[in-house]
């Protein structure tokens, strides 16, 4: 490896916006852009990013970036890094990302899933350091995750490893919208408070949701049930108890089934505290197999761990 070229562009692709920058191998990021991005306008997005690469690289001498790493919220090839598709890119089908940015930089270009690469980015630089055996899970409007076994990033045949959200913890649940039924998902993530909210007060139960939305459900959040909740709200609080035992239900099965010592969970939904927390701790030590010891922490890369996942990429991949 040429020891002079140590700087890495990231790029994190979501649904609404896109982050770029420019950072150095110990993870500190140096520049950092955002715009918007257009789902249904492939072209016109990617246009953006490559203004926005030109302008972080100004002023920088090219021979010091060893290239690029990137986090879409997607399935993607690793192989060939091309995002085959998106939940919030619909327009972006089989859109080849590798290939496009390895043509505008002439540098190497990595391609993972957004939640896989920030399992990556929590280990290399943040809550995981030092710890070769983790679980990250992100709970969020979905949820998504990714696994390090043995200090290796988990990634299966085609690079789809670690669909964390899609395991069924409930045989006669919900459907979801990847065609399974009872996934994690759907019984967990923020959609899923809103909706066990919404049941709820569809119910006749009393709660101070209904003002918080000032009576119309369909404005009903995450957050807005977690500040209820966070006010004591009977009914936001068992939501919120609800979610996060359905989601400790998930750990188990991941502690069973990769032994990690560490469990970070990420994601939106993540800062509600011991709200989320204390039922998947409470439901891990009942169900957890005897003599099994796991550590359940938050991130440490605050909102940035695709941005340092996609520079771990790179840097991993020489």
């Not at 306008?41 to 953006?48: K, V």
């Amino acid at each position: 490896m040429n020891q002079r070229k140590h700087l890495i562009l990231a790029l994190d692709l979501g649904g609404t916006n896109f982050r770029l920058a420019l950072a150095n191998d110990k993870g500190e990021l140096l520049k950092r852009y955002a715009a918007p991005v257009k789902p249904d306008d492939p072209e016109q997005t990617i246009e953006r990013i490559k203004d926005a690469i030109s302008d972080s690289l100004s002023g920088i001498n090219r021979s010091t970036v060893r290239g690029m790493g990137v986090a879409i919220a997607g399935l993607v090839t690793q192989d060939t890094g091309v995002l085959l598709t998106s939940p919030n890119l619909l327009a972006w089908y089989h859109t080849p990302i590798k290939a496009i940015f390895e043509q505008e930089l002439q540098l190497p270009v990595s391609v993972g899933n957004d939640a896989t690469l920030a399992a990556l980015g929590e280990y290399k630089f943040g809550a995981g350091k030092g710890c070769h055996d983790l679980v990250y899970i992100t709970v969020s409007t979905g949820i998504g995750g990714g696994v390090i076994t043995g200090g290796k990033l988990l990634l299966g045949t085609c690079g789809f490893a670690a669909e964390v959200g899609h395991m069924t913890i409930d045989l006669n649940g919900p459907r979801c919208n990847c065609g399974n039924i009872g996934c994690l998902e759907m019984l967990a993530s923020g959609t899923a408070i809103a909706r066990f909210a919404v049941e709820r007060l569809s119910r006749g139960e009393k709660s101070a949701i209904t003002e918080l939305v000032a009576g119309d459900y369909s404005k009903i959040t995450a957050e807005i049930v977690e500040k209820a909740a966070k006010a004591g709200d009977t009914v936001a609080k068992a939501v919120m108890d609800t979610a996060g035992t359905n989601l400790g239900v998930g750990v188990v099965n991941l502690v069973h089934i990769f032994n990690p010592e560490l469990v970070i969970i990420g994601g939106g939904v993540s800062k509600a505290g011991d709200l989320i927390f204390e039922p998947v701790r409470r439901v891990v030590a009942k169900r957890v197999m005897h003599d099994i010891s796991v550590r359940i922490t938050a991130p440490a890369l605050g909102d940035n761990p695709g941005l340092l996942g996609a520079v771990a990429l790179a840097l991993e991949n020489k």
